[in-house]
């Protein structure tokens, strides 16, 4: 069936709060759960809603996310009619290169969104980590009559202080209240950076907005419509677990929530894939001696340590002896002979000497930069 | 007029491999799982790959759907190809007649017209039996080296298990100047891996012949190679020393899946010069839980172990629980071994259920199967060599 729907996902803001981990890549391709990276899961959920048409708005440290995303082959979005069109900034007399706000960005790139030819759009940031159907977020929209719907959880564990944007949503879904970067939040939604709504008035709203000055959605726009009643703003709930990435520590805690089957049962739906970029390793291989207990691992690890509690990547190495507690170690990390771990997160093809001894306090865990050697 | 290549690959890959009993009641023998997450096909294709042939033609007969349902188009062995690729050749109709492929030789005859088509110097003929890594180029450049009509690759095999092969002798240069077949008093230990590389005239002229002799068995090994022989063409061995296993019984397919739990096993699949590549699931990462205890095993994305688990092969999707005993066994992708269960010595096909309480296979003898999705229903004993199917 032909979708009536498109999809854009914006790579851009905030890409320091990672500290090292978003030095050398976008929010949206920083890896987690083993074997994914963060735009697996929107990209995912919008095939996954028959979304066909998905445009990915680039802004800085791309190149990793361009690698990730390749043809959009392992999406199914490689298609001949529709398919994944990268966004890269350009710079031209309209386009800057370096985005002032989202709807600067999408203002950019008006006119892949005028070539589309979808009646709706879901528009989607990266800094949140959450499965849904945006299929049902549309056909509820489309059944309010609203202008425009904003995504939102009532997970309390999504709020944070000086940071987020609440919401209040009555019962009936619409949306009264809105709050930006509070000191405390006091509305009781959190607004999850995704809206959708028809194209045509997207392009409408981010040329009259832009035109006179306004380039971001939440603070310039949405905050006037609620507040004058200008548009008609309605809410779709996020039933499902949620995460906001916006801090180390979360990004920790994240990866080891993850480490319960109920927890991951509700991030990846049985009947829904989560797809990501492969990569052809073998089996991973537990040799004698070793011990791994409440763990998730990727394929092609050697383990021949000790591993508990953590989230190993493709191609790690624990070596014999080495003892890794409550740790996160991406792709082709190795942790040599002898070496103690706790509370680490090591970026990709780190090296961890022998005999080495990395312990952290759980609430503020060591961040091994990118190919370091310790 | 499609380009010009200079190898075309031929994979015979229609044989039923009865001797794998109910493991390949429902889909032909290269389609077997093997190490967790391949199938055997999956071998040659990705020597092939690794080789530098883009043009593989993948013969199929018996039960394909699965097959070709695995290969599809052939993307996950970077097959996919615009000037080549894969492509599955079943039997087909022509005219008036019809026929099923009666022999390796007539499979090949059959698609004379889909090997012309590239008009390659050279034909590589494979089949889908044996776990192996192999670089064909390097066969290539040894064939064209001795400006051979005909280079067979040969291994070493023990010289009692010689008389069940097809045994090559040799003279000091690799020239072939015997080929016995099963010969009980070899003068060799040099067997025939199945695995040929023909300069395509040769190749066309001899099977052109062969189809044309109503006596023929129309065999590689009964017919093309004797009568090639016969005539006095260069026949050269092209000796390979790696790893190679005939999976053709349960007991050879339990082995070679054993084989990967070896200290340093002989074939290094984590080589990334040298991958061997599979279509992937896309399944979530494996999980090992707080109670399970993995002690020499493989395990692929999607498991979730809980249980115990030694000496073993886990393939993608497998679920252990909790109190379950899972030891010297290959269980196949999405088969699920529940509390209470106990596997050892056995290969669990995909997606059987073996409920708490039964006891599958035995510490000594020969391998139990379970068949595929065959549910083992509690309190029931599988025996060493038994193959169940509920």
Redesign the interface.
């Known amino acids: 069936m032909k979708s009536s729907i498109m999809g854009l996902i914006y790579t851009g803001e905030r890409d320091q709060q990672l500290r090292e981990l978003t030095n050398v890549r976008a929010v949206a391709a920083v890896p987690l759960?083993?074997?994914y990276r963060l735009i697996d899961f929107p990209l995912s959920s919008m095939v996954d809603s028959g979304i066909r048409n998905v445009g990915v708005i680039m802004q800085r440290n791309y190149n990793s996310l361009m690698d990730h995303l390749g043809s959009g082959?392992?999406w199914d979005l490689h298609g001949k009619r529709t398919g994944l069109v990268i966004l890269p900034p350009f710079t031209t007399s309209d386009n800057v290169g370096v985005y002032a706000g989202f709807l600067d960005a999408l203002h950019s790139n008006l006119n892949y969104l005028q070539r589309s030819k979808e009646k709706y759009v879901v528009v989607t940031d990266t800094h949140m980590l959450y499965t849904t159907r945006y299929d049902d977020m549309v056909a509820a929209h489309e059944a309010s009559g609203a202008d425009i719907t904003l995504l939102y959880t009532r997970d309390p564990g999504m709020k944070r202080l000086q940071t987020g944007r609440y919401l209040h949503v009555e019962a009936d879904q619409t949306v009264t209240a809105i709050e930006v970067d509070p000191a405390t939040p006091r509305l009781d939604c959190t607004y999850m950076e995704c809206f959708c709504m028809e194209r045509e008035k997207l392009i409408e709203m981010v040329d009259t907005a832009v035109s006179r000055g306004q380039y971001h959605l939440t603070r310039d726009l949405l905050m006037n419509a609620i507040s004058n009643h200008t548009m008609k703003v309605k809410g779709f709930e996020c039933t499902g677990r949620a995460w906001h990435l916006d801090s180390v520590q979360a990004y920790f805690d994240c990866n080891m929530d993850l480490?319960s089957?109920e927890v991951?049962a509700n991030l990846?739906p049985a009947d829904r894939?989560?797809?990501?970029k492969?990569r052809?390793e073998?089996?991973?291989?537990?040799?004698?001696g070793?011990s791994?207990?409440?763990?998730?691992?990727?394929?092609?690890c050697?383990i021949e340590g000790t591993v508990e509690n953590c989230v190993l990547f493709r191609g790690v190495h624990i070596g014999k002896g080495a003892v890794v507690r409550n740790s996160i170690i991406m792709q082709d990390g190795t942790v040599s002979e002898g070496a103690e771990l706790d509370n680490c997160i090591l970026d990709k093809q780190t090296f961890v000497r022998p005999n080495s001894r990395l312990i952290a306090p759980r609430s503020y865990p060591i961040l091994i930069a990118k190919q370091m050697t310790v | 007029m499609l380009h010009k290549k200079r190898c075309v690959a031929m994979l015979l890959a229609g044989g039923q491999g009865s001797r794998l009993g109910i493991l390949t009641r429902h889909m032909a023998k290269p389609a077997v799982p093997y190490g967790g997450k391949y199938r055997i096909i999956d071998f040659p294709l990705s020597n092939c790959s690794n080789s530098g042939i883009d043009v593989v033609g993948v013969l199929t007969q018996y039960r394909p759907l699965e097959l070709n349902a695995y290969i599809a188009s052939g993307t996950p062995w970077d097959l996919d190809l615009v000037d080549g690729g894969v492509f599955v050749l079943p039997p087909y109709q022509t005219g008036a007649s019809g026929e099923w492929y009666s022999g390796t030789a007539n499979a090949i005859y059959q698609n004379l017209p889909f090997i012309a088509q590239y008009n390659p110097d050279y034909v590589l003929i494979l089949s889908g039996d044996h776990i192996y890594k192999m670089d064909y180029d390097a066969m290539l450049q040894h064939h064209i080296a001795h400006n051979a009509d005909c280079t067979i690759a040969v291994r070493q095999v023990p010289w009692d298990e010689a008389s069940r092969f097809g045994i090559m002798n040799t003279d000091k240069d690799d020239n072939i100047i015997e080929f016995e077949e099963k010969p009980k008093n070899p003068k060799s230990n040099n067997a025939s891996m199945g695995v040929y590389i023909f300069t395509w005239e040769k190749l066309r002229k001899y099977l052109i012949e062969d189809e044309n002799d109503p006596n023929s068995s129309n065999d590689f090994g009964k017919n093309i190679i004797p009568a090639m022989l016969r005539d006095g063409q260069r026949m050269s061995a092209y000796s390979f020393n790696g790893y190679w296993k005939d999976v053709g019984t349960i007991e050879s397919l339990w082995e070679a899946n054993m084989d990967l739990l070896a200290p340093v096993p002989e074939i290094d699949l984590h080589d990334k010069q040298f991958r061997v590549y599979a279509r992937n699931l896309g399944l979530l990462p494996q999980y090992i839980s707080e109670t399970a205890v993995v002690d020499n095993c493989l395990v692929t994305d999607g498991c979730v172990i809980c249980g115990d688990c030694h000496h073993s092969i886990l393939s993608s999707g497998v679920r252990v629980d909790s109190g379950a005993v899972v030891e010297d066994s290959v269980i196949l992708p999405g088969a699920h071994i529940r509390s209470g269960a106990v596997v050892r010595r056995a290969i669990v096909a995909e997606n059987a259920d073996i409920l708490g309480g039964s006891v599958v296979g035995e510490e000594t003898g020969n391998i139990a199967v379970v068949g595929i999705g065959v549910v083992v229903p509690e309190g029931t004993k599988v025996a060493a060599g038994e193959q169940y199917e509920g």
């Open positions: 759960c083993s074997r082959k392992e480490l089957p991951r990846f894939p989560i797809l990501t492969l052809d073998m089996p991973t291989r537990y040799f004698p070793s791994v207990k409440n763990s998730l691992l990727a394929d092609g050697i």
